[in-house]
């Protein structure tokens, strides 16, 4: 899954009308301090995960486009006082999906009216799925004809994309759902939140909980967790196997490619490990059910000192918890000051180990930007997002922008010949 485009009609005190496009790879998000960087990483979030429950409270408009391999996604979702409703649909382009769902009524004039639009363009067979959807329930149309209507019992704003279309692929021809389903799977359970400029990753780590039903050979998780992607089956094994009665202890070699033992490696101990709870477990006829919590860490020093996670530095921590970040988030990574509290070193470890992921980086150290290819004079143009301030009419604004290609094709031209690091070469052109 790719962040294609963004458009920012309201939000919060972003210039209206902002436009970005984004690259499939790294994404530089550059500015100085004030500019939004971090707001513009929230918003990536939220739009990636499709959760806006946070901004129920909130006026806000935004559209974005999600491409993967034989499908598209474009996505519109709003949270407007009611008399902005019929102003804004004159104004848009006229919808596909416009007369599906009456728009629901609030007794309230002064109530946020929630609203969402997806189309979603599948590829080979071609088809087109549109939903419509407001406080007061969806409705979805197959390649232009209407197909199912229901009223929801959830916040329009918190998840709809994925339950929506988790509900969809149940009533749709096998070559569609499974298609679905696949989506679903990528993207449905991994919701990338910011990686922060702190320890605020590292902190979450340590109150996660998750639990599983377990139904013969099936596993269904039970709720949102950040979890590695390899870690249910590993516990689940550890628990039938070895009938584990309060933790499981995994160990670096255990996981041989897994965040323990790349922590290990970069940071010289001679052995680490990773404990998880077992605080509940239940048995039933068909199944059972499995939680787990109260993550933890300790390790070993090469000469035998054993070091709690309590003991551990800044840098380490923020190490630890990056690193278990990339295994979580196979698709995405939005970081914060990656570099901060990090040697050069363990920033380009970092940075090489981010594969083909989509990844959204702001820095104020130029560290980072030692490490980020790029190709041609288009890449960077998609490839740099430039956040400053602009005044219009009186008010202040955040000013969200691409470079244009002229511009980008200079800072290329320089990056081609090495005038400069990258850091030296956006600061010299006006873009950092």
Not at 43 to 56: C, K, P
Not at 287 to 299: K, M, Q, T
Request: proline content about 6%.
């Amino acid at each position: 899954m790719k962040l294609t485009k963004l458009k920012v009609h309201r939000y919060r005190n972003v210039a209206p009308g902002t436009e970005l496009v984004f690259s499939p790879s790294f994404n530089l998000v550059l500015g100085e301090n004030g500019t939004g960087r971090t707001l513009l990483l929230d918003l990536i979030s939220r739009a990636l995960s499709t959760d806006f429950s946070e901004l129920i409270h909130e006026e806000f408009s935004v559209e974005y486009a999600l491409a993967f391999p034989g499908m598209e996604l474009r996505i519109r979702v709003r949270n407007e006082p009611l008399s902005a409703y019929p102003r804004r649909l004159m104004e848009e382009e006229p919808s596909d999906a416009s007369a599906l769902l009456p728009l629901h009524i609030p007794k309230e004039e002064t109530r946020l009216e929630p609203f969402m639009e997806l189309v979603v363009q599948l590829d080979a067979p071609a088809s087109v799925l549109v939903m419509r959807a407001d406080a007061s329930g969806v409705a979805w149309e197959v390649d232009g004809q209407p197909a199912y209507a229901q009223s929801m019992g959830w916040s329009l704003l918190d998840r709809t994309v994925w339950i929506v279309l988790f509900m969809t692929a149940q009533r749709l021809e096998p070559e569609v759902k499974d298609r679905l389903k696949e989506l679903l799977r990528r993207t449905f359970l991994l919701a990338p939140a910011r990686f922060d400029e702190t320890l605020g990753m590292f902190e979450r780590i340590g109150k996660l909980q998750y639990g599983m039903a377990v139904r013969g050979d099936e596993v269904f998780p039970l709720g949102l967790m950040a979890l590695p992607t390899w870690l249910p089956g590993l516990l689940r094994e550890r628990v039938e196997r070895e009938a584990v009665a309060g933790a499981v202890d995994i160990r670096p070699e255990d996981v041989e490619r897994g965040f323990l033992a790349r922590f290990v490696t970069l940071t010289g101990f001679a052995t680490g490990r990773f404990r998880v709870e077992l605080l509940e477990k239940r048995s039933y006829q068909d199944g059972g059910r499995l939680e787990f919590g109260r993550f933890g860490f300790s390790f070993t020093g090469k000469d035998g000192t054993e070091l709690p996670q309590e003991r551990l530095g800044f840098g380490h921590k923020r190490l630890l918890s990056f690193l278990y970040y990339l295994d979580v988030n196979e698709d995405f990574v939005i970081a914060d000051e990656l570099a901060n509290g990090l040697h050069p070193r363990l920033v380009e470890a970092c940075l090489r180990g981010l594969g083909a992921r989509q990844v959204f980086l702001s820095s104020q150290n130029p560290l980072p930007f030692d490490h980020v290819p790029l190709g041609s004079a288009e890449e960077v143009r998609a490839s740099l997002v430039h956040c400053g301030t602009v005044l219009r009419e009186g008010r202040e604004w955040k000013a969200w922008s691409n470079p244009t290609l002229e511009a980008a094709a200079k800072l290329f031209g320089a990056y081609q010949r090495g005038d400069a690091p990258l850091g030296a070469l956006l600061r010299a052109h006006g873009l950092w």
